[in-house]
């Protein structure tokens, strides 16, 4: 690597590092996030998970974690990604518009007692605040995990965790680190599991 190309690499680590010493505030609404996640699936419900982008990509690797396991071995956790059928997806997007191919999902599947985590970079995206109505409408809580000033989204959900940045890499970078951060509590309070990764 190239003298430059290594100043570039850290300074991508120091302006990640400001991101997240500027998220630290973040750290009751976490713990409240995380609260709601664990009452719904201690009480039978599921999560549902949904986002655009490299959001969709958070929303699947979030179910995964809990439906696989995050560290250790330990059963397995009720939780959907909505952006994982194709075929659901490019049909509603086809027939419908694409506004609606969260949303749809969330009225044919979800159940009150479930949650929905919302992830939006911008706050802005359509088709998440339009699931995130439907949440509300169904009778769902909800979790929004977003960037910036937390845009259309914010207040739409139960709990919101709006990343004070406005790089979608550093916000995404966050969310990354808040999703595992929520996991690890989920074990850690269903599973006494040590809050360690």
Known sequence: MSARGEDIYLEQIEASKACLEASKALGPDVADAAGLLTQTLKDGGRILACGN?????????????????????????????????SSFL???ANDYGYDDVFARQVLGLGKPGDLLLAISTSGQSPNVIRALQSARESQL????????????????????????????????????????????????????????L
């Open 141 to 196: 809580r909800s979790v929004a995990l977003l960037g910036k000033d937390g845009g259309s989204c914010r207040g739409l959900a139960d709990v919101d965790l709006i990343v004070p940045h406005q790089s979608t890499a550093r916000i995404q970078e966050t969310h990354q680190l808040i999703i595992h951060t929520l996991c690890l509590l989920i074990e850690h309070t269903l599973f006494d599991m040590p809050a360690e």
């Open 90 to 92: 490019t049909a509603t």
């Open 53 to 85: 982008g490299g959001s969709a990509a958070d929303a699947s690797h979030f179910t995964t974690e809990l439906l696989c396991r995050l560290k250790d071995d330990r059963p397995p956790l009720a939780a959907i990604a909505l952006t994982a059928d």
